[in-house]
């Protein structure tokens, strides 16, 4: 007989005195052991109890009240431990949503905040830092950043600013905005505009080839009459045109000879005895701040200015980097803009990968030309510049 058949005898009370007693002593016994099993997180399966077992065939009286709740007993204990179980895997899905998965989603987008090395001193390099730096040297004369902050908020969002490091009015327009999973928006994307396309009046270079029509200022007369009606305690973004074409080596003596330091120089494409421009308005930094960062310098040797101005002996005023350094730098932005371009497609720029191939080959087999240059100035001093013999047009944007 087994002890479920036993246990119905019990029930129905047909059982002997001696087995009553038997089956009552195993009931308290199994209780105990399901107790003390329940106090070590052990609650033992009911299949597996001793209900089972095989006893004697006497019969006796059941305590069947007493039978009802040792078995609701061992049903609660069970459905108590469910629920400690369920409550521990949702709290671990809980930790795992609020600290790793905003991770894990962060890794499938861009992400400003990434420390991309660290200074002799120990201050970080954000991958934004790069990115901005990079960018605005080659894209945006006039408004070069290289210092930013971003704050991670899991997800793929970010807070940024993008800082203004220099003024020429003492107004410090730092720069505000959010990143959402590669999505960015900027509270003042001014910032980051690119020039006209015909900022350069490219008829009034001599040998270069370039995107035709009328020039941002009109014609020569137009934009020199422009110049007179600028505000004398304003300042502007200039725009200079060369009347030719000059190498790197030449636009430094001509600027040591004429007394005008451009900020920033437009470049160009050498081909034969032709000139060509290549992906729009684009060049390097000149003369102006930087500042110092960590980053693949074997991979992008020179790719930050603060390097190119630190490879100058002596005083920088008065000496300029060398063609070779300078082409370096140069390459090394391109090659950089085109193996990281989450950024710069964030931004919104879009260009055949071909054309900068083509910039990088053309300066490292002929050096840099340059056939115009940017400085942030008042009137006066563009006025100035208007009447050198080598310059043909300027055109102006006020200062934002």
């Not at 490292?364 to 940017?374: K, L, M, Q, R, S």
């Not at 100035?384 to 310059?391: A, F, G, H, P």
Request: negative net charge; glycine residues 8%; aromatic residues 14%.
């Amino acid at each position: 007989m087994t002890y479920k058949e036993l246990l119905n005898l019990y029930k129905k009370g047909e059982l002997s005195q001696e087995q009553k007693k038997e089956i009552k002593a195993d009931i308290e016994k199994q209780e105990a052991i399901s107790e003390f099993l329940f106090e070590n997180d052990e609650i033992p399966e009911l299949e597996n109890s001793c209900l089972e077992a095989e006893i004697s065939d006497d019969n006796s009286g059941f305590d069947e009240k007493r039978f009802q709740k040792m078995i609701k007993k061992s049903i609660r204990r069970a459905f108590l431990k469910l629920g400690i179980g369920v409550g521990i895997i949702v709290l671990a899905l809980v930790i795992v949503a609020n600290t790793a998965l905003p991770n894990i989603v962060d890794s499938f987008y861009y992400d400003p905040a990434q420390i991309v090395g660290r200074t002799e001193s120990g201050a970080a390099s954000l991958q934004l830092d790069i990115d901005t730096m990079v960018y605005s040297e080659l894209f945006t004369p006039g408004y070069y950043r290289f210092s930013t902050y971003a704050n991670r908020n899991g997800f793929g969002k970010y807070d940024i600013q993008i800082l203004k490091n220099f003024s020429f009015t003492g107004q410090f327009n730092n720069v505000h905005g959010t990143i959402d999973k590669n999505w960015l928006n900027l509270f003042d994307d001014t910032i980051l505009n690119m020039p006209a396309h015909n900022a350069f009046w490219y008829e009034g270079v001599e040998g270069l080839t370039g995107q035709g029509g009328t020039a941002a200022a009109g014609t020569p007369e137009d934009a020199l009459r422009k110049l007179t009606e600028l505000d004398e305690h304003d300042y502007y973004v200039a725009y200079v045109t060369f009347d030719k074409v000059m190498t790197y080596d030449e636009m430094v003596n001509w600027s040591k000879k004429s007394n005008i330091t451009p900020e920033w120089c437009a470049v160009c494409e050498h081909l034969g005895n032709d000139y060509y421009l290549t992906g729009g308005i684009t060049g390097f930094n000149f003369h102006g701040n930087a500042s110092e960062h960590a980053y693949d310098n074997e991979k992008y040797p020179y790719l930050n200015f603060f390097d190119v101005i630190d490879s100058v002996e002596g005083d920088y005023s008065l000496n300029k980097p060398s063609a070779e350094v300078m082409e370096t730098h140069m390459t090394s932005m391109l090659r950089y803009m085109l193996e990281n371009k989450d950024f710069f497609e964030m931004v919104g720029y879009h260009s055949s990968d071909g054309q900068f191939v083509t910039l990088m080959e053309s300066i490292e087999e002929h050096g840099i030309y340059t056939y115009g240059f940017v400085v942030t100035a008042t009137k006066d001093e563009i006025l100035r510049i208007s009447k050198n013999e080598n310059v043909s047009y300027i055109y102006t944007t006020p200062l934002v």
